[in-house]
């Protein structure tokens, strides 16, 4: 019985050998397909490119001209309102400050600001919810020039994740190759208006 059912194995495998060896013509190619449809949510478009990252949440005062408190005696401080300096600003956001202190445009120096003319003038600013103060201090008599400007600029953190989120915005902008002391590296880096 085996011998039986071997040859009847051999013989199917010789003529599955035959039919496949056999070969003929190709034939000529079918027609082509209709084109499909496309899908619910219509024709897919073109991948746009890439876009800088934003600074929507970047706020930037204009020039703001002083108005001292006291001038002549060595001291004064001014200040302005902000709304967008809240207490939650104060614990994760980063202010940085500037001063035109010539008024001529030429230089525009990063606060803290220290210089000399006629003995130590220091210029200084910081926040307080709802407002920015500036100062200055000299170690004589002194009054400011006429034409000193200030401004400044608002980085609210971009996750409140971070346990340190000032330190973490002033990590990315250095990362970033910001050097926040530079007014232009800043204006440059958050496309403000210099």
Not at 32 to 51: E, L, P, R, S
Not at 103 to 114: D, N, S
Request: include cysteine; glycine fraction near 12%; hydrophobic fraction near 35%.
């Amino acid at each position: 019985m085996k011998t039986i059912s071997k040859i009847k194995y051999g013989i199917i495998l010789a003529v599955i050998a035959f039919f496949v060896s056999c070969k003929g013509e190709i034939g000529p190619a079918g027609p082509a397909g209709a084109d499909g449809k496309d899908g619910t949510n219509g024709i897919d478009g073109v991948d746009g490119t890439d876009g800088q990252d934003g600074n929507a949440n970047v706020t930037a005062s204009g020039w703001i001209t002083p108005t001292w408190s006291a001038t002549g005696s060595g001291y004064g401080d001014f200040s302005v309102n902000e709304a967008e300096i809240t207490t939650d600003f104060m614990n994760t956001g980063v202010v940085l400050s500037y001063t035109d202190w010539t008024g001529l445009g030429q230089y525009i120096y990063a606060l803290p600001y220290t210089f000399q003319d006629g003995g130590t003038v220091s210029v200084n600013f910081n926040m307080q919810a709802g407002k920015i103060r500036w100062w200055f201090n000299a170690d004589h008599n002194y009054t400011p020039n006429a034409g000193a400007k200030f401004r400044y600029v608002l980085i609210p953190a971009s996750s409140s994740k971070s346990a340190n989120p000032q330190q973490e915005i002033l990590y990315n902008l250095d990362k970033a190759g910001v050097d926040v002391n530079n007014y232009y590296d800043v204006c440059t880096y958050f496309d403000i208006e210099p």
